[in-house]
RNA sequence: GGGCGGCUAGCUCAGCUGGUUAGAGCACUUGCUUGACAUGCAAGAGGUCACUGGUUCGAGUCCAGUGUCGCCCACCA
């Protein structure tokens, strides 16, 4: 048994606790200290992994604190608990901060170049993973080191080619010219879920067009239709000006032609339902190339689409004096040359909501790219028969809706990238422009279509969306496309732990891809976490300088501390605040556990020996107070056992603190303190106080071992075993729910509400607390005998001496004085001899008028209710029999 | 424009499938160097459960609507 030192340092525990654990090889599964029973069921947690950017943050130990839960908690049922901790290369997302670094070096990407910028990203996540895994081991994830899994290493490569390869053929990937979202400041595409809508005050600008007139071929002077645009540079890039067929203010406009200033082009006025008659003019310029409705009209009325914009935004290919310009100096400048001439019909300001990039918050321009799709439509109709039919399951429930309506309007995927670091997209281009999409890690030997050799073939230089290997992650940790040992024992996952704001990057691509290639959902519950916000309810970020550095939090309060606390306040699926204070309140819990085992150990009688082997408590010599202990433990044990279930890790947290400090602190120690000085109580019956007391405590430890590994491994290690019992709490097994003693609970509930109510008499009556009172209780028949066990503490606790016990009401009552205050505690009624006060009106009785007359409106309110409820007949005949 | 969520004590939040007198932490008041713990102990004050209507013997809990704050989705230039 290892000493407790007298102050709870956690720095001090924690870091020699994690290396036991490490050392005793208990993380694995499989691993040399695992205690796990092959007969269960395996259980996995697959970890989202972190983007290797940097370090993590509070929202990363909130999501490691709960995964680690769960594991632990199945460790210790006896499952083949696997925690597969991982990394994610999170391509754009380190490419970003890198190129910010570079930045600040007079480096850039393209001054690089490919090869050695793939070299520093390399020098740069060798260093940052390191941080980040050390900062997991610092929070206490068990997770299995050895199976540690990144998205850009070898068996990812592989699973990323070999599934995208099968999805080419299942013709679920393909190539084609389409309308992306282009990031001019990430110079890449993004999908569909990486803009972020951002309500802006634009400027809506009203332009006219000059009508062609048919007999010269010339544009009309005077003959204008004028349009309203926000974006006035894509005036070079159109190709049409669309009116709502049965508006009348440009009837018989369609069909005839009109002229784009600047590039000079006629082009036809053509006639479009989707056209809002009341917005702006009620004609619209349709620019097919760079926007999403446009390029849907143009290729309804074939029209041409240029593409007016370079790759870092700025206008090209107009052979205008435009070409060249960044698009927002373009802007001014058409502007004012349209003013110029006169073709300028207005203005006003305008809300809208533009696209900017996740990453960079560039402003997204639609483009059209050749690029990679992945054909959703089939697959996200799998993905929703899986949950509707159950076999995957969405914990909160509600977020089912929301998947539903993602799932069931979900647009193709486009996976290709104009970035770097990343999977390189296995398809390989022939001078002729045959594809060649192959899995093997040279590439193909040839051209599938014409043969032509290798060598005269090009790779697609783009690289994959990173959420596409994320995608494969649950699977692809595991050896697939192999058929492992692992796949086979491990797979699926059993819970998919994750926040509710990657639900569609990553939770229903996981879902999809995995379903399509693996034959069967990835995971069987998925348990979405809300997010971590600070005390006035603010996203945290870096830019707000909000945020909280977890590692900052357990050098202060402690890692068990810091996961208490983000459990704690926890709700699934909601959002909480995050403060100091809830720190504290956690760190303080640590500290008065420590201190309640430090008593336990320290009151060992002198007659166990510190070796001893755990004992059970013999029943004969158990006292009420330990039947109480031992059954209120059988309680929490059951009740936590169902929020586990429910995975309520918040209720979890809540009962095992209510337990552990508001009764086995509060009540259980007190009454074993004076029990165990008792010299008059026999010895065996103060051995069981303390076996009942290191019982109790030994199953609490092990309840609040999940939430809290660190504090509770290291008192469970100064606590006598049983023979059964493994080295290390990790692995020691779950509580079993013993049975209930109702006899106990209510005896010894009602002994707690009389020591209540005498402190509260004695308060009120602001007599000093140190004083031993005379008092006379009038205690049922029933309580008699637990009134008689536990007389000494209730005198101790209760600072009553004498305690008397009157079996008659009447008795008491002859004997009161005016100097006494009454107590009435349930069916306990104690009169305190308090001997203060000679005048009644002043001194005790108007005290007992006062407090007593309360008690007695409280309860006649109660009563009269609860009479009122029962003389009621339909309550009668309907509630059930147990409420009546 | 759709959808979802929050609104419970001064603050942060629990309250599961409706059932006696709605809870916790922090803050507050009054006392305590009580031999595990002042990171603590004891006692206390504090709530028309956002609002309106309904269902029910009974509603914080279920239904309808309103307000308010927030989030997600959505192609109106």
Not at 86 to 97: E, K, P, T
Not at 492 to 519: C, H, K, N, Q, S
Request: glycine share 8%.
């Amino acid at each position: 048994m290892a000493e407790l030192s007298k102050a709870y340092t956690p720095k001090d525990v924690e870091g020699a606790i994690y290396e036991r654990w490490l050392a005793a090889d208990v993380f694995a599964p499989d691993g040399a200290g695992s205690t796990a029973d092959p007969s269960l069921p395996p259980f996995t947690i697959t970890q989202p992994p972190p983007n290797v950017t940097g370090s993590l943050h509070l929202g990363h130990a909130q999501r490691t604190a709960v995964e680690d839960l769960m594991i632990r908690h199945a460790r210790m049922r006896g499952h083949r608990a696997l925690f597969l901790p991982g990394l994610d290369h999170a391509s754009i997302a380190a490419q970003v901060v890198l190129d910010r670094i570079l930045a600040g070096e007079g480096e850039s990407r393209q001054s690089l170049g490919r090869e050695r910028y793939l070299e520093r990203m390399l020098e740069f996540v060798e260093t940052t993973r390191g941080v980040m895994l050390a900062q997991q081991r610092r929070v206490g994830a068990s997770a299995d080191w050895g199976r540690l899994r990144f998205t850009m290493d070898d068996g990812s490569a592989r699973a990323v080619r070999v599934a995208f390869e099968r999805l080419f053929r299942a013709d679920l990937a393909y190539r084609t010219e389409a309308l992306v979202n282009w990031c001019p400041g990430c110079r890449t595409s993004v999908s569909d879920l990486e803009v972020v809508p951002t309500p802006e005050t634009g400027t809506l600008w009203n332009v006219r067009y000059h009508l062609i007139d048919p007999k010269t071929g010339e544009p009309d002077p005077t003959e204008t239709i004028t349009v309203a645009t926000t974006r006035p540079e894509t005036i070079l890039g159109d190709t049409a000006v669309a009116v709502h067929p049965g508006d009348e203010r440009h009837a018989g406009l369609v069909g005839r032609v009109a002229r784009i200033p600047f590039v000079e082009r006629d082009v036809p006025i053509i006639a479009e339902e989707r056209v809002d008659r009341a917005f702006g003019t009620g004609a619209v310029k349709i620019t097919p190339a760079h926007d999403r409705d446009d390029y849907e009209t143009g290729l309804r009325h074939s029209l041409p689409a240029p593409t007016i914009l370079a790759d870092d935004a700025s206008v090209a290919n107009t052979e205008t004096v435009f070409d060249g310009m960044d698009r927002y100096v373009a802007r001014s400048e058409i502007v004012a040359q349209l003013e110029a001439r006169g073709d300028l019909a207005g203005s006003k300001d305008h809300e809208m909501v533009i696209g900017r990039c996740q990453r960079s918050h560039d402003v997204i321009e639609p483009r059209l790219k050749t690029q990679w799709f992945i054909r959703t439509t089939p697959l996200a109709e799998r993905a929703l028969m899986s949950t509707r039919s159950g076999r995957t399951r969405i914990l909160p429930e509600r977020f089912e809706k929301t998947w539903e309506h993602w799932l069931a309007n979900i647009r193709d995927w486009n996976v290709s990238r104009q970035l770097w670091w990343g999977h390189r997209i296995p398809a390989w281009y022939c001078p002729d422009g045959h594809v060649t999409v192959a899995s093997a890690e040279g590439g193909p030997d040839a051209c599938e279509v014409c043969a032509r050799p290798a060598a005269e073939l090009q790779q697609d230089p783009d690289i994959f969306d990173t959420w596409f290997s994320s995608g494969l992650w649950p699977f692809s940790t595991l050896g697939w496309p192999d058929d492992t040992p692992d796949l086979s024992t491990y797979y699926p996952t059993t819970v998919m732990e994750t926040g509710y704001d990657i639900l569609f990057f990553w939770v229903a691509r996981m879902m999809m891809l995995g379903l399509e290639l693996t034959d069967v959902e990835p995971f069987h519950t998925v348990c979405l976490s809300g997010l971590i916000r600070d005390p006035e309810g603010q996203k945290m970020s870096k830019t707000k300088g909000n945020t909280v550095d977890p590692l900052g939090a357990i050098d202060e309060s402690g890692a068990d501390a810091l996961r208490f606390s983000v459990i704690h306040g926890a709700t699934p699926g909601n959002d909480q605040r995050f403060g100091a204070a809830k720190l504290e309140h956690a760190r303080n819990f640590a500290n008065k556990l420590w201190n309640a085992a430090r008593y336990v150990v320290g009151a060992r009688p002198a007659t166990i020996p510190a070796d001893a082997e755990r004992r059970l408590p013999a029943g004969a010599h158990l006292g009420p107070a330990e039947r109480w202990l031992l059954s209120r433990a059988a309680a929490t044990v059951e009740a936590v056992d169902g929020a586990m279930t429910d995975h309520a890790f918040g209720e979890v947290t809540r009962l095992v603190y209510d337990a552990i400090w508001s009764e086995y602190c509060d009540w259980g120690l007190e009454l074993a303190k004076v029990r165990l000085a008792d010299e008059t109580v026999p010895l065996e019956a103060r051995e069981a106080t303390w076996w009942t007391l290191v019982e109790v405590l030994d199953t609490y430890l092990r309840l609040l071992h999940p939430v809290m590994p660190f504090v509770t491994e290291a008192l469970w290690a100064s606590l006598p075993h049983r023979a059964s019992d493994p080295d290390l709490l990790i692995v020691a097994r779950w509580p079993a729910s013993g049975a209930r003693d109702a006899t106990a609970e209510v005896a010894v509930g009602a002994l707690i509400e009389l020591v209540r109510g005498i402190r509260n008499a004695r308060a009120e009556a602001k007599l000093e607390p140190a004083r031993w009172l005379p008092v006379d209780v009038v205690v049922p028949v029933g309580l008699g005998t637990t009134f008689e066990a536990l007389r000494p503490a209730v005198e101790r606790l209760a600072r009553a001496r004498p305690l008397e016990r009157r079996l008659t009401r009447e008795a008491l009552a002859a004997t009161a004085g005016p100097t006494d205050l009454a107590v009435i505690a349930g069916e306990l009624e104690a009169l305190v001899r308090a001997g203060v006060g000679g005048d009644p009106a002043s001194g005790s009785s108007a005290l007992n008028r006062a407090r007593l007359g309360r008690e007695l409106a409280e309860a006649e309110e109660w009563l009269a209710a609860a009479r009122d409820r029962l003389a009621n007949e339909s309550f009668i005949s309907r509630a059930p029999a147990a409420v009546v």
